[in-house]
């Protein structure tokens, strides 16, 4: 017996409702600074913006891997939120949605071995050549990274992720969840359906499954067998 749980529904950012103003909410009015001090506030200000800014690091797309510099930069991917491998070499090698994603977040720079730089409209349509169901597995690829869940590749075990809970990295501890992409308007036979939670009871983790809508939005539901 399967029992079905919705795990959890992507929802869009919430608006917040701000009160009105009171009495007692209104700041005390402050002394005023002179010239000199105005001054030397706007010399500071750009120093400490210059500051927070981290660099972007340039990437070669090599068939389905995307090859970092060998900057220390780069290698924060990995060591802070383990995107990639760290190679000998001291780059950094990014899975295709590993890449893409860190492309939206203006993190990587991608070029073609000639150097040139590719847009992501043509990341994306380079993408979908080597892997078919490529944008719907990157759908779910990056709502999960934007929910703070490391989420790897898990072909060794048959599924299409592997899912850490927060808090945890690979190497520290153990993926928690196998997930599969799927969209709404697909099938999925018994068989499947079945197999698929062969893989996840024969691995020890738990079946998410992430349908995606026609907005991109992901709903998880986890999958759980049930002895009567």
Do not use: C
Request: proline share 3%.
């Amino acid at each position: 017996m399967v029992k079905k749980t919705k795990k959890k529904v992507s929802g869009k950012a919430a608006k917040s409702e701000t009160s009105g103003s009171k009495a007692s909410d209104v700041p005390e009015a402050k002394p005023q600074r002179t010239s000199s001090e105005k001054k030397t506030k706007q010399k500071k200000a750009p120093a400490l913006e210059n500051k927070s800014k981290k660099k972007v690091v340039t990437g070669i797309l090599a068939g389905v891997r995307v090859i970092t510099e060998s900057s220390d930069e780069a290698r924060e991917f990995y060591n802070q939120s383990r995107f990639g491998t760290i190679t000998e070499s001291g780059k950094v090698e990014l899975s295709l949605l590993e890449a893409l994603y860190l492309m939206e977040k203006n993190r990587l720079v991608i070029k073609s071995e000639a150097g040139r730089a590719i847009s992501f409209e043509s990341y994306v349509k380079k993408a979908r050549k080597e892997e078919p169901n490529f944008w719907i597995r990157y759908i779910v690829f990056k709502d999960m990274r934007n929910r703070g869940y490391i989420i790897k590749t898990a072909l060794k075990f048959g599924a299409d992720f592997r899912v850490y809970d927060r808090g945890i990295k690979p190497g520290e501890g153990h993926a928690r969840w196998i997930v599969y992409p799927v969209d709404e308007g697909s099938t999925l036979t018994w068989h499947e359906f079945s197999a698929k939670n062969r893989v996840a009871h024969s691995t020890k983790k738990r079946l998410l499954m992430g349908i995606i809508d026609a907005e991109n939005d992901v709903t998880y539901y986890e999958i759980r067998w049930m002895r009567p």
